[in-house]
């Protein structure tokens, strides 16, 4: 599996130029142009079945239906739809959990902040970033509006892309993912919820219910390298949380890197050069070697091992400032001594 | 909702009228819009959600019809292009277009006159040239440099503006 996520099909013979519709080969290059749309709208491969679809009202029916071997969890169909069409999934069943209000809800009223798997980035984007820095710019940044509008935070934590533009903020906030199946529900936490590139601990007819971000003292944030603007992937990602006791000294502080390793990787040697200081230059250089040591970035189409490694420094400078502002801005100061 | 699920069903209104699908699970919103409801005015472009050309709007959001499931739809309020051309803000927009000559090809004007309705109907204010943009971010345009129509939605924010009581 594309480490990075599907590519769009490639056309089965590249256009030819300079050739008119009147000619032979003309025509052979309009009916090209026809396979190539043929094949980019709905019909899969041949020998693949439309499979089936179901809608369940409620949290135990769809833990019922996903009981059915190849079952797939539908919520935002960002990636499924796509990774379906070209072949890359095939779920015998698509179990749509976008009825289960349960799991889009998201509740901020106590204090650990419970979001929904089926949240869409678009809801987490309206969360308090003073609270959830990492996290709400992690969802401010995926992808598009439309796709903001429809991808879940259950789906890009499920999907485990190693560049996931929410992980570092679940990794730095702390959170515990619930997942649910026939045989009860179970809590993991998000440092321990991916076992490699595209791959988590979830067992197969296990589903994500919700995400419970502890209140973590401190303010946080996410900041990615990406060439274009927008409707990119992170060519790499940092995310970082730090928390301050009255007189300036960072009490708490976590790294996470996304994009950089097999999975979104919390660096616990880089949250440790931070804390004990007041995040001055030398304790954030220091951060950055810890977390160049810890990573593994790979060479790729996106970008070189040495380009990752480069930019990483920087990332985790403007991650930690705007981490740092939020930690400040909070009331009463984010940590109680 | 059939028992075996091999049939997918839903009903929701598209551009005020109700609809009733029923088909395969994986058929695409936008293929039902083009093929069984004829509304050709949604395009396809790159079918992976990375252009914006078949944006509709699902709930009154921006979404690539290209990743939905015409199953997924029940109960939803879907407006196309062919919808949103018949509004307030989305005629207003589209004689902007003209003015501004913001429409060379055409494949990614639905899409951004979809949006670009949206945005005037849900802005509660003016917004600057960056805000624009980046609610545009999620549709391309390979002709135009997108000047002619930021300046499209410019000159109808302000339109919208001046007429607001």
Redesign the interface.
Known sequence: MDLYG?R??PLASPPRVGQGNSTEAGRGFTAQVQDV?TE???S?PSGTS??????PPDLDTAVEYMRTPGAAV?AG??DL??M??SGVLDPQ??V?V?NINELRAIDVSGDVVTVGAAATM?EISGLDANRLGALVDGARVL?????R??ATIGGNACRASPAGDTLAGLLVLGAQIELASSNGVRVVSAGSFFAGPGSTICRPDELAVRFRLPASPGGSAYERHTYR???DLAIVGVGARVAFAPDGVCVDADVAVCAAAPTPLLVPEAGRALTQSSCDAKAVEDAAEALAAAVDPIDDVRATRGYRLHVLPELLRRALARAVVRARDEEGSGYAG | MPDDGVTAQSAFTCNGVERRFSGAPDRLLIDVLRDDLGLTGTKLGCGTGDCGACTVLLDGDVVNSCLVYAAECDGADVQTIEGVAETTHGKRLIDQFVETSAVQCGICTPGFVVTGAALLANANRRLDRKEITEALSGNLCRCTGYYPIIAAIEAAMDELGEGSS
């Open positions: 599907p769009p099909r749309r980019a709208l709905s899969l439309a499979g089936r679809y179901v809608r539908l169909g960002t739809i796509m379906r069409a069943l698509l749509d976008k678009k992808g598009g509006p439309q796709t509008a429809r603007k927008w409707l």
